[in-house]
């Protein structure tokens, strides 16, 4: 049971440049979110869906894309890679309405946008 | 106005001490309430939930207060391993987001 994982660990870009972030889960909930964090700042959710084909946006969508791909799996899309966009970001899926709703955490992706 | 207020400290103690966070809300219609540990460079992690009428887990209490709209975090005992960043979340009823404080950083030195 390996819970949330994500690929990359590290990643690199330079400005204009495209990249999907890779997110999946073995917990079979129904919800999952992408959120960046950044120095002294707490998590902003980007976006999440609560089911398989729904996205919804979050606090920060712009400059991203989404795709549920199926209940498993989550990924997060920079189309032309910013300096601004440079922050660890991390997966999440939650079971949302059951008594235990809490989320789990990847282990994030730090990406770095020269 | 943020939606989670914490303090982001440091609070630094020592060993065996006994600390406390507070964590205030502003949707009153939140109803799922808990508290993360963040280490560094890493993905927060669930330390416990918070339950209407309060809740201990070892060392660790958790309070919620509804009519004040805040949630606190007792540690007894202090270890270093308790150093860390401790994440207040609340969860408004049958909304599907979370929203995050930006974290209490506590110390904890020998």
């Known amino acids: 049971n390996a819970g949330v994982t994500q690929t990359p660990k590290f990643q690199v870009l330079k400005t204009g440049q495209s990249m999907t972030l890779q997110c999946a889960q073995d917990?079979?909930?129904?919800?999952m979110y992408w959120y960046r964090q950044d120095p002294g700042m707490g998590l902003r959710l980007i976006y999440y869906s609560a089911s398989e084909g729904t996205t919804d946006k979050g606090e920060v969508p712009n400059g991203y894309n989404v795709s549920r791909l199926n209940k498993r799996e989550f990924s997060l899309r920079l189309e032309s890679a910013a300096p601004s966009q440079t922050s660890v970001y991390f997966c999440?899926?939650?079971?949302?309405?059951?008594?235990?709703?809490?989320?789990?955490f990847g282990p994030g992706t730090r990406l770095t946008v020269l | 106005r943020k939606e989670v207020e914490q303090d982001p400290g440091p609070f630094n103690v020592p060993e065996g001490a006994t600390v406390a966070f507070n964590c205030t809300y502003s949707?009153?219609?939140?109803?799922?309430f808990f508290w993360y540990r963040q280490d560094c460079r890493k993905e927060p992690k669930l330390l416990m939930s918070v339950y209407s009428s309060g809740n201990e887990d070892g060392r660790f209490t958790a309070q919620l207060n509804r009519a004040s709209q805040y949630i606190s975090l007792l540690i007894r005992d202090s270890k270093l391993s308790d150093s860390a960043t401790y994440l207040c979340v609340v969860n408004p009823y049958n909304f599907n987001k979370f929203y995050f404080g930006s974290g209490t950083k506590l110390n904890v030195k020998p």
């Open positions: 999440a899926s939650s079971d949302m309405g059951s008594m235990s709703n809490e989320q789990f």
């Open positions: 917990m079979n909930h129904n919800s």
């Open positions: 949707n009153s219609a939140s109803q799922s």
